[in-house]
């Protein structure tokens, strides 16, 4: 129920992100979403991508350190409160959330947000339970 | 007028200092024979015996001892005494894991804090004196050394060791302290707190510095000297032998006085191992002719310098040294500790990681600091920011409890360090000495 995020290394450094999505680029993977967490001297640039073990294996060609990590990606409609209603049933029920960031998808009308909590098999099937809509990778992959 | 502690030794004649060394030469080339199995077997391999040594000028016959053998006997085996018989231990960094142990006996520390004395005196100190010693205590031989020197010349020390300069520079406001003592870069760095603090250098008492433990330039003491409206002095000394004192300049700074009659000088050719003359750079070679606990014979220190003879306008006669220019091993000096490029690797092979590795070097705001840059791996990595500054701590605490001096961890890029063949290039020194 979880999809996989490609998490990649990189040295804070001028030219490295152009490097890692001309990768991508090359080997035709479709973007989906993305997002950098950076400290002073490096940076994990967290990205969702149509396939993503191609896209590991592309990066990886081009030296770069690169895993594979399991996320949750949950539809929120456009209403106010919305995204509020899923953070509160993950904060009750006690799943603690490393990260997040979101995307729009313009066929679906809605905005899907990427979770990253400890125990995300779990933290899906609530979320699930609740009525929210949890993206497969196989729907992320045709999208 | 110039001022001796010991005169009779200080300003003997040359037939006078060789018939001293001959004397102490000869005794200690037997006890290292007698009571150190490593001595008595290196002997036996070149055939010398402790009867062949009868003057100072047989020392070329006796084979060399090197900072690696320390640690292979670590940490007593080069121990010519009981241990009932020892006074202290002290440790010094090694080119691995292990530290370099330095045994001293109730007479090694007097002679070692009689070093200091005379130092002390060279430069100027008297027994009025408040001797401010900000060199770290503790297994590093700075602290104590001075602080030994200082009380036996009869002076009154202040031993606030090294940090909270803060306090360092209220100490030299308040108490008055005349000679203060610590590495070069933090009397630089006390010398700007000064400034910083707006107080006029003239207006403390502190009127001499004895700087060492690293290297340091002419433009650093100017530098210092000014800042603090000192005069700045350089002393010598290393574990191994002694720590501070082993050598220390006078009033004229013209090069650093060897106490020769404990720790006799020679300059070699590192390739060769041949003795070489006055002026000619080589390799820095030292005997401990007078101590009984570690009786070491020809140390190699890698420090590269040359001696003179010739008597110096203070009026002593003994040996002088001039400042090593360099090492011949990748020993480097930071913030007055020695480390070695290969403790690093072998904190990160202990560490499950692979050596490939950076050092980065540099002084900013006059202390010196260190940089390690890692590559990062696939075992190492992780898509939390939380969890790769924990692997950065991990490494950065390793290599504080290994090296003993802070070093910043940074994670490259795999594949980003420079591979070259033969020997890496790993460390970068930006620091201007």
Known sequence: MQIQQLSVFIENKPGRLAEITEALAEAKIDIRAISVADTSDFGILRVIVDRPQDAVDALKAHGMTVSLTNVIAVGIPDVSGSFAKVVRLLSDKGFDLEYMYAFISRDKGKAFVIVRVDQGQKAAEALQADGWEILTQDVLSHM | ?433
Not at chain 2, 17 to 38: C, G, H, T, W
Not at chain 2, 344 to 356: Q, T
């Open chain 2, 1 to 433: 007028m110039p001022n001796y502690y010991q005169p009779e030794i200080e300003c003997a004649s040359r037939e006078k200092l060789r018939e001293i060394q001959s004397e102490k030469l000869v005794k200690m080339v037997k006890n290292a024979y007698e009571n150190v199995p490593f001595y008595k077997k290196k002997f036996d391999e070149l055939g010398v015996k402790p009867e062949d040594i009868k003057s100072i000028d047989d020392i070329t016959k006796l084979p060399f001892t090197e900072k690696q053998d320390l640690r292979d006997t670590y940490p007593f085996g080069l121990v010519a005494v009981p241990r009932g018989e020892l006074a202290r231990i002290h440790a010094s960094s090694g080119t691995t894991g292990k530290q370099t142990v330095v045994a001293y006996t109730k007479n090694d520390l007097d002679a070692w804090a009689t070093g200091a004395a005379r130092a002390i005196v060279a430069v100027g100190g008297r027994k009025e004196d408040l001797v401010h010693v900000s060199y770290g205590y503790g297994l590093f031989t700075g602290g104590l050394g001075l602080h030994d020197g200082a009380e036996k010349l009869g002076a009154a020390v202040i031993p606030v060791s090294s940090g909270n300069t803060n306090r360092q520079v209220q100490i030299l406001q308040d108490y008055g302290s005349d000679i203060l003592c610590c590495t070069p870069s933090y009397a630089m760095y006390i010398g700007e707190t000064v400034r910083d603090k707006g107080i006029d250098p003239k207006s403390l008492r502190v009127r001499i510095g004895i700087f060492g433990a690293e290297p340091w330039s002419e433009e650093m003491r100017h530098e210092i000297e000014k800042s603090l409206d000192i005069k700045a002095y350089d002393i010598y000394g290393l574990s191994e032998i002694a720590g501070p004192g082993v050598s220390c300049e006078c009033e004229e700074q013209a090069g650093m006085h060897v106490q020769e009659d404990y720790f006799y000088p020679e300059i070699i050719d590192p390739v060769t191992g041949q003795q070489l003359p006055d002026g000619e750079e080589g390799e820095l070679v030292f005997t401990c002719i007078g101590k009984e606990a570690l009786p070491l014979v020809r140390y190699r220190t890698r420090d590269i310098c040359s001696l003179t003879h010739e008597k110096c306008k203070c009026g002593r006669t003994t040996v002088r040294m001039h400042k090593p220019k360099g090492r011949t091993d990748d020993m480097l000096i930071i913030r007055g500790i020695n480390v070695f490029p290969s403790q690093i690797e072998s904190v990160l092979l202990d560490l499950g990681m692979d050596p490939n590795y950076r050092m980065v070097v540099d002084r900013k705001n006059n202390l010196d600091t260190l940089e390690v840059q890692v590559e990062m791996n696939s075992h190492l990595f992780s898509d939390t920011v939380r969890n790769l500054e924990k692997v950065e701590k991990r490494i950065a605490g390793a290599l504080q409890s290994t090296l003993n001096i802070a070093a910043k961890v940074t994670l490259l890029e795999p594949k980003s360090l420079q591979r070259s063949e033969g020997k890496a290039k790993r460390v970068e020194d930006l620091r201007k000495l």
